[in-house]
């Protein structure tokens, strides 16, 4: 297996183990707990599963996808450190996302919401594991390796599991792949200087938040 199917197969793994965590989440929550609220500003619990839901969709269709240009970023990395620059997409568009989640959160039901981990994911992800480490368009806005797609599923599904968990009130139980992963990509947006100086309480600026 060549390094680039290994990076894949890695990824993929990390996807679907934090997959099944939140189906087992969705199938585990009554009305209350679907209506608690998180950290996230405005958003409760189903709102925030609504978001995260979509992910499993997206990248089924990301699939569908395919390309023979060359990638536009060299890393799940680069494109974060790219999207979450000061007056980056990311910031540009975290309100249509908050409005996005919570108009989803009223479309869908929770049963709706829990398929898309226990059913839509595990179809995507045997069909990633076909296509193997090809280039695929990233939502509109890059062209990414299929593993660095991937990386960034596993960073989305990392940190709002930790927020969903803390909504519920539980302590963080996150499959020990994805908590590597993710910080292993965070770790890498900032310059290592700065990173290394902030870690070790030696910066003079301000390096957190990474990514929003």
Not at 16 to 26: I, R
Not at 77 to 105: C, F, W, Y
Not at 114 to 137: I, M, S
Not at 186 to 208: D, K, M, N, S, Y
């Amino acid at each position: 297996m060549s390094s680039a199917e290994q990076l894949l197969d890695a990824r993929l793994t990390a996807l679907g183990e934090l997959w099944a965590v939140w189906a087992a989440h969705g199938r585990d929550l009554d009305a209350a707990r679907w209506a608690r609220p998180t950290r996230l500003d405005g958003w409760d619990v189903k709102a925030l599963f609504a978001h995260l839901a979509a992910w499993p969709h997206g990248f089924a269709h990301m699939l569908s996808l395919v390309r023979t240009d060359e990638p536009t970023h060299d890393s799940a990395t680069s494109l974060l450190r790219d999207l979450n620059r000061p007056g980056g997409l990311a910031a540009l568009q975290a309100p249509r996302v908050a409005q996005g989640a919570r108009e989803a959160a009223g479309q869908y039901r929770p049963e709706q919401l829990t398929a898309a981990f226990a059913t839509v994911g595990p179809d995507a992800l045997a069909e990633a594991r076909r296509l193997g480490p090809v280039v695929v368009e990233y939502f509109g806005i890059a062209r990414l390796a299929l593993a660095e797609a991937a990386g960034i599923g596993v960073v989305e599904s990392t940190v709002h599991l930790l927020d969903l968990q803390r909504a519920l009130g539980r302590e963080p139980s996150v499959p020990a792949s994805g908590l590597a992963q993710t910080a292993e990509i965070l770790a890498a947006i900032p310059h290592p200087v700065a990173f290394i100086e902030a870690a070790t309480g030696r910066g003079t600026g301000t390096l957190f938040p990474l990514v929003s």
